[in-house]
């Protein structure tokens, strides 16, 4: 579970009591979220945990810890946030940091992504997002078990499509939605005809409707190749982030305190 908290507005004290102590939720963390002390992202077997000691840890389902930022003893009232630069910081104290990223990019919207083969991935900034016509509700960030994001790479090919609690993102014949399946509205659509369809995340970033290999819509928004998520969120638009800026499979790009950088641990980057 995440939560956005203005943190030069609340003492810490303030903040924790805001927080059920124990939770499990989605897998993307956002900048200006934070994970506090019992809380996690969570992906099918695999858990990141902002433990009571400070320390960061991601589990594997056999609860062995697979990747941590080695923390632990670092002081109390700890969490983990992402900052509007990229940078993933575990700090206590409100603004003490113990460990970083270093990650640090533009100023701008970036995603933390734990995917389902236990890797985690900073995407920014955020390159393109759904322009909705209905305004959506923001939806609590409760447990999510289902599909929301899409790799660059992959394609979303009906009957599949991507689902964050009552918001999907799906075809209709070739036409692709964002619905509110509660409501049954349509909140964002692409208005494309004709059958077969397809959607890919490309490497540079861009959104595509395709038909038999041919381009029917696009979002018109490239950059540079690299690897790129479309998330389905919580407010029920779709974002492309990207490229990646760090992952915990790359140890150079860590910095702790007062210890060695992080371990990595070698696995997919798509879901």
Same mark, same amino acid.
């Given at each position: 579970?995440? +939560?956005? +908290?203005?943190?030069?507005?609340?003492?810490?004290?303030?903040?924790?009591?805001?927080?059920?102590?124990?939770?499990?939720?989605?897998?993307?963390?956002?900048?200006?979220?934070?994970?506090?002390?019992?809380?996690?992202?969570?992906? $099918?077997?695999?858990?990141?945990?902002?433990?009571?000691?400070?320390?960061?840890?991601?589990?594997?389902?056999?609860?062995?810890? +697979?990747?941590?930022?080695?923390?632990?003893?670092? $002081?109390?009232?700890?969490?983990?946030?992402?900052?509007?630069?990229?940078?993933?910081?575990?700090?206590?104290?409100?603004?003490?940091?113990?460990?970083?990223?270093?990650?640090?990019?533009?100023?701008?919207?970036?995603?933390?992504?734990?995917?389902?083969? $236990?890797?985690?991935?900073?995407?920014?900034?955020?390159?393109?997002?759904?322009?909705?016509?209905?305004?959506?509700?923001?939806?609590?960030?409760?447990?999510?078990?289902?599909?929301?994001?899409?790799?660059?790479?992959?394609?979303?090919?009906?009957?599949?499509?991507?689902?964050?609690?009552?918001?999907?993102?799906?075809?209709?014949?070739?036409?692709?939605? +964002?619905?509110?399946?509660?409501?049954?509205?349509?909140?964002?659509?692409?208005?494309?005809?004709?059958?077969?369809?397809?959607?890919?995340?490309?490497?540079?970033?861009?959104?595509?409707?395709?038909?038999?290999?041919?381009?029917?819509?696009?979002?018109?928004?490239?950059?540079?190749?690299?690897?790129?998520?479309?998330?389905?969120?919580?407010?029920?638009?779709?974002?492309?982030?990207?490229?990646?800026?760090?992952?915990?499979?790359?140890?150079?790009?860590?910095?702790?305190?007062?210890?060695?950088?992080?371990? $990595?641990?070698?696995?997919?980057?798509?879901?």
């Amino acid at each position: 579970m995440a +939560i956005q +908290i203005p943190f030069a507005l609340l003492t810490l004290s303030t903040i924790f009591l805001l927080l059920p102590p124990y939770t499990t939720a989605d897998y993307v963390l956002y900048n200006g979220e934070v994970l506090m002390a019992g809380q996690n992202l969570t992906n $099918g077997y695999y858990r990141l945990t902002m433990q009571p000691n400070c320390d960061l840890v991601l589990y594997d389902n056999y609860d062995t810890p +697979i990747w941590q930022t080695n923390t632990a003893g670092g $002081g109390q009232n700890c969490y983990v946030t992402l900052k509007p630069n990229g940078e993933m910081v575990v700090r206590r104290d409100v603004h003490y940091t113990l460990w970083s990223s270093a990650s640090k990019s533009k100023k701008g919207k970036y995603a933390l992504v734990l995917n389902s083969n $236990g890797r985690l991935g900073i995407y920014g900034q955020r390159r393109w997002s759904s322009n909705n016509q209905k305004d959506a509700k923001v939806l609590s960030r409760s447990e999510v078990k289902t599909e929301y994001v899409l790799f660059s790479g992959q394609r979303l090919s009906p009957p599949r499509k991507l689902k964050y609690r009552n918001y999907s993102l799906g075809f209709s014949k070739c036409n692709l939605v +964002i619905r509110d399946e509660r409501s049954e509205k349509a909140l964002w659509q692409t208005n494309t005809d004709g059958n077969d369809c397809y959607l890919q995340l490309e490497n540079d970033g861009e959104l595509s409707v395709k038909r038999s290999g041919e381009r029917v819509w696009s979002s018109n928004k490239r950059g540079e190749s690299g690897e790129y998520i479309a998330v389905l969120r919580f407010d029920g638009r779709l974002h492309v982030y990207g490229p990646q800026v760090w992952s915990n499979e790359s140890r150079e790009d860590s910095e702790l305190l007062t210890a060695s950088p992080v371990v $990595g641990v070698d696995s997919a980057s798509s879901l």
